[in-house]
């Protein structure tokens, strides 16, 4: 791997968002990832939705664990500071910077061995903490960086490039997440753009924890015939719930989508998810519904996909602890000190 | 009459109790000690308790000493026998001449104590089960009843007992009333039937002054509130708990916004180890100051995250509250066993600065010290408590604080910096100290970011394996690591009265049994000139100090002399020059100990100091 800067030309015409921010400005070093790799359709789809939402690049913190999927965040939002921590502990390193800023945007970018194999404790913790990011898996099934291992959420029966097949059964990262309490909970597909550029505006719209699962082809080791983390399995198999658009400072356009299939979510900062349903009975405010619904396709074999859950009134970590609205991380001696006179009533206490 | 003389002590003897864990005996037995503080005479208690929750003995053991020595003294003067399990072993760790206290509601066979001894026997389950009808009031009274008892036998004033339970019980009036009450129970009893005082007295002193009465915990826990911590991630693990435990009390108390309620902190009790010390990391790198608290298992867990935070240049300050190893080893043991596991925790070439208070004041200003040490260096900082200091009371001088006193947050590039121009690359070098500027998350729209990583890259943060790039960061690490030598608190030497070819490095908690053995050695006729290591990396005055002497005695609390090991290893010395001078079996090291490990090295050497002064 070499490090590659992008040129820094920009065309002059290329369009600008609210802030006046072109896509340009959202990007990141070019990719050395495998060509075709699903990795980097979702790094298009974040620099897509952070450019739609008109987010100021450098206030994203974007926070991986190691692996390929975790190097990621060096390929978008080149002006944000990224941290690749260590493997599987993303989560952990996460919650300690929202902790220290929580007037940050905390995007968490994660593979699947990462975040189900040896940071599965890590991933749970953080979603049952609640803390406020955007905690995405890149979902390929295999440890692509050690070059081919099955990763935990490899299904059962599925098999590898060299033929061997797996006999461990599979965890599915979604299924936790709900149990678990995230208020954010979505599966979709590098290769759909259209459903995962939404998906993801939404989740950093979300306050709270926002968990997407994005099945994510590996292109070296993982796109086969048996495997079920194929470019072609992934399409044969994907049933989409729903659909969704962010609309966020403007009127939602409910006429762009048929009537009594459209349903509106109004989260808790003004942010409107327009959610035009391909499941008319699927009811994404029912965490109950999305566990027994998800359960019911696996054994059909399909994998569901779209915003499979959200509580538009979540409350994050930050509230729990009831901490100050000042970022911890500019507090000074004179905020936190109590001072001398109260360290000599502390010493005379203690006589 | 026992066959031996009673020993006959004015506010110099040691006392033990040997309970039952679970039967509320601590808070009597902790009285007890504060009781004898109150007559102005200074006391080192030390718990003694074994890694169980309920039923299984514990031991608390206070040291009265007019002296002020507040190290273990080895060997019991009084010992109060409230557990049948341990009777056999209690009553002979007690010295020849010493007493033995006991409940003698039922009759002991003679064999069951011993001829050399005196024998003091209080009916108090008979006295409680008259007094008092329901189980849990017998049992929590009757450790204030014998604590009534042994104030007659010692001589103390009940007054000042009763000022205490006050205190303690302020607001609670019928709980005061009531163990007042049963202090006098105890009290008359022992006054009516026993002869009373015995030979070990408590009598009126001077000796405490202002000084303070203090866990080393609670101590440093308090030096992380005024150092400006504000996230505190931990997992519980003995003996290290309390500090968190305590840093959430004194935080409620004194951290929150006066106007909102809300609080300047945030405390989250990880998972495990290693989320832990990634939440530390995660804040730090963002700006906030951080601190997690453990153990030595707990550091095992933590060594891949304290790698990144010193190839990364993230700061962090680590806790550790030594126990006794490896493994489970002895969880509620005492040792100074992780010095090496730490200097160089993690895969790589590492050092890490250490810091090693020797009591509650110094585990106070060292902790609050920690959290500019690990700004202004970028690195972890492990504060090196161990069980002796951390969970037990010591007398030490006042908590101090300057008001002036801002936090040294390092070099931190801020907007206006970047605005201005300044170069930034994450590890550049520009002042030569090997310490490189850093720029928070969020600082600026188009300069200053950078990727952090664990993996190689160049001044500039970018990711490269290119080996002269490697190796020029890792040697700005040790050039850092040099500039932390004058950064970080100094040894403090201490030279006999006649000039010696021979010296003493000791630390932490060793410290206040090490003052004492220098007593001991010179009684002996032995000279020996003292150096108390503060930090890891050490300072040049270590350098000199071996080689200004031909042996030099290094005294630890573990079995392989990690401390001589380590200087040995950072000073390139001949190992034969300094003499290890080891105690490990968990228990704290003592006074006698230490006289005899280095009084008998000294004899083998043959050294006669005194009579060659006299001569
Ligand atoms: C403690 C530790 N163990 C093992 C590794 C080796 N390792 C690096 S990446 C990786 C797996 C990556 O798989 P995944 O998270 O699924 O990401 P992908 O490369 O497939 O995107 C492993 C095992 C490591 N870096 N650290
Ligand atoms: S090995 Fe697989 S996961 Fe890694 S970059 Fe190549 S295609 Fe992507």
């Known amino acids: 791997m070499t490090y590659i800067a992008k040129p820094k030309f920009h065309h002059p015409g290329l369009k600008k968002n609210e802030l006046g921010y072109t896509h340009r400005d959202y990007e990141g070093k070019i990719s050395t990832l495998c060509a075709g790799c699903g990795h980097d359709s979702i790094t298009a789809s974040i620099i897509e939705a952070c450019y739609e939402l008109s987010i100021e690049p450098h206030r994203v913190a974007k926070i991986s664990g190691i ?16 941290f690749n921590s260590v493997h599987g502990r993303m989560p952990s390193v996460l919650t300690g910077a929202n902790l220290a800023n929580r ?225 911890l991380n500019t507090l000074e001696a004179d905020d936190l000190c109590p001072g001398s006179a ?10 | ?22 039967s509320g005996s601590a808070s009597a037995n902790e009285m007890f000690a504060r009781a004898i503080l109150r007559h102005g005479v200074p006391v080192s208690p030390r718990n003694i308790f074994p890694s169980n929750i309920q039923g299984l003995p514990t031991w608390y053991e206070v040291r009265v000493t007019e002296d002020g020595h507040l190290g273990a003294r080895g060997g019991v003067d009084l010992m109060v026998a409230m557990n049948p399990q341990t009777w056999d072993k209690d009553v002979a760790g007690i010295e020849p001449g010493g007493y033995l206290f006991y409940d003698s509601t039922k009759p002991m066979p003679s064999t069951k104590f011993r001829d050399d001894i005196t024998v003091i026997g209080v009916p108090l389950t008979a006295i409680t089960n008259s007094t008092y009808t329901d189980p849990r009031q017998r049992q929590l009274f009757k450790n204030i009843i014998y604590l009534g008892s042994l104030s007659a036998l010692l001589d103390m004033d009940p007054k000042l007992i009763e000022q205490l339970i006050g205190e303690q019980y302020k607001g609670k009036e019928k709980l005061l009333s009531s163990n007042v009450h049963a202090l006098h129970l105890g009290r008359d009893w022992a006054l009516q039937n026993l002869k009373c005082p015995i030979g070990l007295r408590v009598k009126k002193s001077d000796k405490v002054g202002d000084r303070i009465f203090i866990e080393g915990n609670s101590a440093a826990a308090l030096g992380a509130v005024y150092g400006g911590a504000t996230v505190c991630a931990w997992y519980p693990i003995t003996p290290s708990s309390s500090v968190a435990e305590a840093f959430t009390a004194h935080c409620k108390k004194y951290r929150h916004d006066p106007e909102t309620g809300k609080a300047k902190y945030a405390i989250v009790q990880g998972e495990d180890e290693l989320a832990s010390i990634g939440i530390v990391i995660g804040a730090s790198w963002n700006g906030a100051r951080a601190f997690t608290a453990t153990s030595g298992p707990g550091i095992s867990l933590m060594t891949e995250f304290i790698g990144l935070s010193y190839f990364a240049e993230i700061p962090a300050v680590i806790m550790n509250i030594q126990r006794a190893g490896p493994s ?68 030490c001088r006042p908590l101090k604080w300057d008001d002036a006193r801002q936090y040294d947050r390092g070099k931190v590039m801020t907007e206006e910096m970047l605005e201005e121009g300044r170069d930034f690359g994450r590890y550049l070098d520009v002042d030569g100290d090997g310490i490189p500027y850093r720029t928070y998350p969020g600082t600026h729209p188009t300069k200053g970011s950078y990727f952090t990583r664990g993996t190689s890259r160049d001044r500039y943060a970018r990711y490269s394996e290119e080996g002269p790039v490697y190796a020029d960061n890792m040697q700005r690490l040790v050039r850092k690591f040099e500039t932390a030598q004058d950064l970080v608190p100094r040894p403090l030497q201490a030279n006999a009265e006649r000039p010696t070819k021979y010296g003493v490095i000791y630390f932490g908690s060793t410290s206040p049994a090490m003052d004492e053995a220098i007593g001991l050695l010179e009684a002996r006729g032995h000279q020996l000139d003292r150096l108390r290591i503060r930090a890891f990396p050490f300072h040049s005055s270590v350098a000199s100090f071996l080689a200004e002497h031909d042996f030099v005695y290094v005294v630890e609390q573990n079995r392989d002399s990690q401390l001589r090991q380590l200087i040995v290893n950072e000073n390139g010395i001949d190992p034969v020059r300094l003499v290890p001078i080891v105690h490990y079996d968990g228990t704290p090291i003592t006074a006698r100990f230490i006289a005899k490990a280095i009084g008998d090295h000294q004899d083998h050497l043959k050294v006669t100091p005194l009579r060659k002064a006299v001569s």
């Open chain 1, 342 to 351: 109260v360290l000599d009533k502390i010493n005379a206490s203690l006589r």
């Open chain 2, 328 to 395: 489970t080893g002895m969880p509620t043991r005492t040792q100074q066993c992780d010095i090496i596991a730490c200097a160089y925790a993690s895969h790589g070439d590492t050092k890490h600065v250490l810091l090693f208070p020797e009591d509650p004041a110094e585990a106070f200003e060292f902790a609050a010290a920690a959290f500019d040490l690990a700004e202004r260096l970028q690195t972890t900082i492990f504060l090196m408590l161990d069980l002796d200091i951390g969970m037990n009371h010591r007398l």
């Open chain 1, 103 to 327: 007037d940050l945007i905390y995007l968490g970018v994660s593979g699947d061995g990462d975040s189900a194999s040896i940071g599965f404790g890590q991933f749970a913790h953080s979603i049952r903490r609640g803390v406020n990011m955007t905690y995405i898996v890149e979902n390929n099934g295999v440890y692509g960086l050690t070059k081919g291992q099955f990763s935990a959420t490899a299904d059962r029966g599925s098999k590898s490039k060299k033929g061997v097949t797996n006999t461990d059964n599979a965890i599915d990262l979604v299924a936790i997440a709900l149990q678990l309490g995230a208020t954010f909970v979505a599966r979709s597909f590098s290769g759909d753009k259209a459903q995962l550029v939404p998906l993801i505006a939404a989740a950093i719209r979300h306050k709270g924890a926002s968990f997407i699962d994005v099945i994510s082809p590996c292109i070296a080791f993982n796109n086969h015939a048996g495997s079920t983390k194929s470019f072609d399995y992934v399409r044969e198999h994907n049933d989409a719930v729903n659909r969704l658009d962010v609309l966020v400072g403007r009127d939602p356009i409910a006429v762009d989508y048929a009537p009594g299939t459209v349903q509106m979510v109004e989260q808790h900062d003004g942010s409107k998810i327009a959610l035009r349903k391909i499941d008319a009975d699927y009811d994404p405010h029912d965490r109950l519904g999305a566990q027994t619904f998800l359960a019911r396709h696996a054994a059909k074999g399909q994998i569901v996909t779209g915003l499979l859950y959200v509580d538009p009134d979540a409350e994050d970590l930050h509230e729990h602890l009831n901490t100050v609205e000042t970022p």
């Open chain 1, 67 to 82: 692996g390929c999927s975790s190097k990621t965040p060096d390929y978008f939002l080149g002006n944000s500071h990224g």
């Open chain 2, 1 to 22: 009459m026992p066959d031996k003389k009673p020993i006959s002590s004015v506010n110099d003897f040691v006392v033990r109790f040997a309970n039952v864990n679970g």
